[in-house]
Every structure is written in C-alpha cells, then in structure tokens.
C-alpha cells in the first residue's frame, strides 16, 4: 500500500523567521497580498513587522483584520468580496489555525465560487486556490501544513470539514516566537490538540511510515515541553519544540488523517461553541480508554514516545500509564468539564443524536482503530458527560 504526501513546498523555520515574509513572496513570485488576519495580531504589532518586511521590499498590501475564532462561512464573506473586487495574487495568513482556515477558504471561494458546502467532505479540494502562505501564532491546529480547511455553517451550525491537496499553503513561516504571547488557556487547548493530532495519526487506519515518522516525533517534541510551555510563557526552549511538535503533528494527520476524538469534538465545537482543541482535550481520554485494546501495540508506542514507558515494560503497562497521563495532563492544564465550561446538561442530551451523526458523517470516525457504531458515539458523549 502506498500512502500519499502533501505538504507546502517552502517552510522557513525559527526564531526571526517572520521577517522573511518578503523573501517567501520573492520565491512564490507573488508581490500583491491581503494578509487575513485579526485584531489581536495587530494590537501585538506582528500585522506592522509583515508589513515593514514587506515595504522593505516595496510590496504594499491590502489587510483583513476580521477573522474570527472558529470561523463562520459569513465571517469570511467580506474577505472574499475585497480579494475579488482587489488585485491580489496572494494571501498572507496570519494568526491562529482560525485565520489560516479563513485563508485557505477565502482563496478557494475568490478563486472557484460556490459555498463552502460545496466543499465539504466528501468532495476533494482538487481546485487551486490563491496562494496562502501560512503564518501560525499558536501551536496547535498544524493548519499551516494541512489540507484541511473547517469553516462552520452559520445556519446549521455544522463544523464543515474541506479536505483536499488544493487547500496545502504554498508556503508557511514557522517562527515560535509569536507564540510566546498566547495565554495559557490558549497555549493549552492548542498543545492538546496537537498531541491528540499526533496520538491520532499513529493509531489512525490510513497510518502509514512516512506519516508514523512524523507522528512519533511529534508526541515526542510535545509531550515533555506542553506543561512547561504553558506554565513558563517566557520558556523560549520549549515554546520551540512545542511549535515544531506541533507542525510535524500537522503534516502527520494531514495525510493520515485523524480519528474518532476529532469527529465527536467538531459538533461539540460547533453546538456549544467549546474551543477546538478545548474539546479534543475533553474527549481525548474517553475516547482513547475506548479504542486502546483495538491497538494495543500502537498505543504502547505512543506512551513510550511520549516519555512515558520505556521498552521494557509491557504493552499493557504502558497504555496504562497513557491513560494515566492523559486524565493528569487535563488536570494539570486546567481543561473544563463540560459542565464546568457552562454546556447545559438537557440541551447537551437533547442534541446526542444530532451530534453523533455529524460525528459520523465527518468520515474520521471511520479511522478509528476501533470504529463505533451511532449508538456507542452516543454513549460515549454520555460518558465524556458524567466524567467531568
Ligand atoms: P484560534 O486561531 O481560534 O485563536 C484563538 C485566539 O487566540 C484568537 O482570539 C486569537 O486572536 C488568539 N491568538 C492566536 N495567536 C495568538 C498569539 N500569538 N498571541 C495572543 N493571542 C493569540 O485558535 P487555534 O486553536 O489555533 O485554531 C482553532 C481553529 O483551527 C478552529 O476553527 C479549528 O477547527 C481549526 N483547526 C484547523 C485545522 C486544520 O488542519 N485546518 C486543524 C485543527 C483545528
């Protein structure tokens, strides 16, 4: 079996690496951009350092400062109206995976029209899009190396999933050094889902070598810096091997695909409005418990890359210490219940069937080691309920 690689075709990686934003354009041969991105990105001066490297080179560009968290198909509207009526030839998105998703949607709606519904799962994104070259502030979502986009429908609430080699970035800057000012609540919902990225991708059906490679990195990049990384914003030596844990994540289940945690937290994201990787963390222990025996070899290897076993100990011992570690790590980071994070609990029950059959339609449960049937998704939101 031969497994498929997409990733961007440029990479800058490092401390000062956003200072080569013109130097990327230069490559990409593209010199007229919107940057899209958000206010916060402004209030912190990033947007005016993209800016100063890009007049340094005499490239103006247009700005997009309305980017939302979690994006709303009419949150990118106005952005994909100002790049048609613009003269752009490419897009510098600039933020967390909210804005580099609200990138890669803008570019395939200015390029191709239609709605994102058009887009979605199980459509593949084959069409080019306006270049994007990805600049991530968090991390967490690997946005800047996937071919995922997920945008919501406003009108159903669906967190739309649009996968598909057209959505790779031409280019990313990786530069850790913008995460050093993300709160803690932010550095710790991005770290889990980048571990739950890379948990997934290794125990997912369409794991492959390549992709096992990155994965196994990545859990060992993120595992022993997240604590620290979170605690210690100023830790310039673990926000770094966070950030790169977190990219490799990306490239992993970008083309491995993730699993059961990402299918169920997508509906719980888009009904309850829970931060995404909020809700990979809420999910991540539940729904490893129930999948480990399906792959008790894989999920040995994970504990083992993560620091948490050695090769002597048995395969049984140390999924144990995962389960362990991943109930303690949620502790330690302060991640809500459910019920803490303010869900009401009969609007919660009211919407299991609902939520269990957009879990299911996403196609990622499909993935799983061991894939559930409609009813035990729903038990296991039961479950992931009385935990908390
Ligand atoms: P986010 O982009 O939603 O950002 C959360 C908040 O943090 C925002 O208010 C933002 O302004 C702020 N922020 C970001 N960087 C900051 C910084 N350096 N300093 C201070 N504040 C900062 O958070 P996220 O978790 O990175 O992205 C979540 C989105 O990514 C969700 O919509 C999720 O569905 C999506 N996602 C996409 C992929 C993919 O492959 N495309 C994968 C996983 C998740």
């Known amino acids: 079996m031969t497994q498929r690689i997409v990733m961007p075709g440029l990479m800058e990686i490092g401390a000062g690496a956003l200072d080569k934003v013109a130097d990327m354009m230069g490559l ?22 993209v800016q100063n490297s890009l007049a340094a080179q005499g490239m103006a560009c247009g700005v997009f400062l309305d980017t939302e968290p979690e ?22 998105a600039l933020g967390g995976g909210s804005a580099i998703d609200s990138a890669k949607a803008i570019g395939l709606l200015a390029q191709h029209g239609g709605k994102m519904q058009d887009y979605k799962v199980p459509h593949v994104v084959t ?22 986009t997920i945008i919501t429908d406003q ?48 125990v997912s059906g369409k794991a492959g070598v390549f992709t096992d490679q990155q994965a196994l990195a990545a859990m060992r990049l993120i595992a022993p810096n997240l604590r620290q990384a979170v605690n210690q914003p100023g830790n310039h030596a673990a926000k770094e091997k966070l950030m790169l844990g977190a990219t490799m994540a990306g490239m992993a289940f970008s083309n491995a695909s993730v699993a059961l945690v990402h299918g169920m937290s997508r509906p719980i994201g888009a009904h309850f409005h829970v ?11 539940v729904i490893t418990e129930f999948s480990i025996l399906a792959s008790l070899e894989r999920y040995a290897d994970c504990a083992r890359a993560m620091g948490l076993a050695d090769d002597i100990i048995s395969d049984q011992e140390a999924v144990e210490r995962l389960m362990i570690e991943l109930r303690q790590l949620n502790q330690d980071l302060k991640v809500p219940s459910l019920s803490a994070f303010g869900i009401d609990k009969a609007q919660y029950f009211s919407l299991l069937d609902t939520m269990a059959e957009q879990a299911l339609a996403s196609g990622s449960p499909n993935n799983n080691p061991r894939v559930p049937s409609k009813e035990q998704v729903i038990e296991l939101y039961e479950k992931v309920w009385s935990e908390g």
Not at 71 to 92: F, H, K, N, R, W
Not at 275 to 285: D, I, V
């Open 127 to 148: 069409e080019a899009i306006l270049p994007v070259i990805a600049i991530p502030t968090t991390a967490g979502t690997g946005s800047e190396v996937t071919r995922v």
């Open 71 to 92: 994006p709303t198909e009419a949150s990118i509207l106005p952005a994909v109206d100002q790049v048609v009526t613009g003269q752009y030839d490419c897009l510098i």
């Open 28 to 49: 990409l041969a593209c010199s007229q951009p919107l940057i899209v991105t958000d206010q916060v990105m402004s209030d912190l001066g990033y947007v005016k350092r």
């Open 155 to 202: 009108e159903t609430d669906e967190k739309m999933l649009c996968m598909g080699p057209g959505l790779i970035p031409r280019a990313a800057i990786i530069d850790y050094e913008l995460t050093l000012s993300v709160p803690a609540r932010i550095a710790a919902d991005t770290g889990i889902d980048a571990l739950t990225h890379a948990m997934e991708a290794y």
């Open 275 to 285: 931060p995404h990787g909020m809700s990979n963390a809420m999910l991540l222990p």
